[in-house]
């Protein structure tokens, strides 16, 4: 039982190029969740999926997209990073109104 | 809109001292409360949670916190802290819409 895994672990990108960040989950949670991670701010919720085929803007969605594969899988693309962009990157899970399982997260520079 | 505030930036105390991490939160419904802990270059576990019931809740390594509805707070303590507690820690309410709202974290820095 993995949990929630997120790759890469670690992404370096000029500005302008795209990448996509990986994430599943194992525990058969019917939500998942996009965050970021930045210095005195907190976690700021990117995009969620509330179970497969939806999904919804969080608070800060500006430069990303996102796809829910399946009930398991929940990527997340940015199509022209940004320098803005360079954060630390975390993947979610939840069964219910309960606990979110966190991933490893994923550390973004753009350059 | 629901918040969660964390006053305390960081939190210097010794070690085997008390230490106490403030939360409060706004929202005008019922809520679910949690605390997460941050390690060095790992992801959130969950600390504690309060989601109803007794209002002082308890975690396996002896932090503590208690829900207290009329402030508003879920203060965070431990009555006598080790080095290995040094992290940062999340407060963050969940108001029933399946999404966290998180604080902007506290670090607890234990030092000899």
């Known amino acids: 039982n993995a949990g929630v895994t997120q790759t890469p672990k670690f992404q370096v990108l000029k500005t302008g190029q795209s990448m996509t960040l990986q994430c599943a989950q194992d525990m058969n949670h019917n939500s998942m969740y996009w965050y970021r991670q930045d210095p005195g701010m907190g976690l700021r919720l990117i995009y969620y999926s509330a179970s497969e085929g939806t999904t919804d803007k969080g608070e800060v969605p500006n430069g990303y997209n996102v796809s829910r594969l399946n009930k398991r899988e929940f990527s997340l693309r940015l199509e022209s990073a940004a320098p803005s962009q360079t954060s630390v990157y975390f993947c979610?899970?939840?069964?219910?109104?309960?606990?979110?399982?966190f991933g490893p997260g994923t550390r973004l520079t753009v350059l | 809109a629901q918040s969660v505030t964390q006053l305390d930036s960081q939190v210097p105390v010794f070690e085997e001292a008390p230490v106490e991490l403030r939360c409060n939160y706004s929202?005008?419904?019922?809520?679910?409360l949690f605390w997460y802990v941050q390690y060095p270059n790992q992801g959130l576990q969950l600390l504690l949670k309060y989601l109803s019931g007794s209002t002082l809740v308890e975690s396996i390594n002896g932090f503590e916190a208690e829900f207290n509805k009329s402030q508003t707070s879920f203060h965070l303590r431990k009555p006598s802290v080790h080095i290995s507690d040094t992290a940062e820690y999340f407060c963050a309410v969940n108001t029933g819409f399946q999404k966290l709202v998180f604080g902007t974290g506290t670090r607890l820095l234990v030092s000899p």
């Open positions: 929202s005008s419904v019922s809520v679910y």
């Open positions: 979610a899970s939840s069964w219910t109104d309960n606990e979110q399982f």
